[in-house]
């Protein structure tokens, strides 16, 4: 067992070109290598996607074109990159599409790596555990946990606010073992986190919505939440009861 107390992580995020870590290009990489006590080392670097930066990203995370003319290409930086990260555990809010960016680049460039290998810890999944927060997003968790902002929204400041808050979501584990071994299981959400009826109860959730949600690919806990919901409903204990006409649809 690894004590959280003594453990090294590495946390990683990724500003790109879009939200489809396929086709979409990085254009900005930073991580912290820590441990509780200290911060280990750090890593960053704007990375030339060498096509324009679409305005709607620009817009979020305010890298312009100007600004990373000249920087390296993600061929010639991911190198670096992987070996940064090392064995991981690897930390971040969502990080399975900050993984997901950096290996599609390691293997467009034909560059070997293990990130599929490596442990990681996704911060929005502890942050659903926890359920104290009015909103799961890293900015919401901030505010909730009163951690002083970092700027705009860059890579490296993410980082920094994600690392403490991974810090106050786990207070109630003692070892790394113990967060990945709940994190195998799904977490059942207590809200709705998107669409429409984004912030409501799944009680409340119109029942014709539920069916139709249930068949779209969302992640593992709120494909779980939801299926949940459908089954309490189709033992009478929802507001709309099993007598529906379109329960069983």
Not at 148 to 169: T, Y
């Amino acid at each position: 067992m690894t004590l959280l107390k003594k453990a090294r992580f590495v946390c990683v995020d990724c500003e790109a070109t879009g939200l489809d870590p396929k086709n979409d290009r990085i254009i900005e990489v930073a991580g912290i290598d820590f441990t509780f006590d200290e911060t280990r080392a750090t890593y960053e670097s704007l990375i030339d996607p060498e096509i324009p930066i679409p305005q709607a990203s620009t817009d979020i995370h305010n890298i312009t074109d100007s600004m990373i003319a000249g920087k390296p290409k993600i061929a010639d930086e991911l190198q670096r990159v992987l070996d940064f990260i090392g064995q991981g555990p690897i930390i971040g809010h969502s990080i399975s599409y900050d993984i997901e960016l950096i290996a599609n680049a390691a293997n467009k460039a034909n560059i070997p790596h293990h990130l599929h290998t490596l442990a990681f810890i996704d911060t929005l999944r502890l942050a659903r555990l926890y359920d104290e927060s009015p909103s799961n997003s890293l900015e919401a968790l901030r505010k909730h946990f009163n951690i002083p902002a970092e700027g705009a929204h860059r890579a490296m400041s993410d980082v920094i606010v994600n690392i403490q808050v991974f810090k106050h979501l786990v207070t109630k584990f003692t070892t790394v073992e113990q967060i990945l071994e709940r994190l195998k299981r799904p977490i059942v959400l207590s809200k709705m986190p998107l669409g429409k009826h984004k912030g409501r109860p799944f009680s409340e959730i119109p029942l014709e919505y539920l069916q139709w949600a249930r068949h779209q690919n969302f992640d593992l806990d709120l494909s779980t939440s939801i299926n949940q919901e459908l089954k309490k409903r189709k033992k009478g204990r929802g507001f709309t009861q099993a007598s529906n006409p379109f329960s069983d649809l």
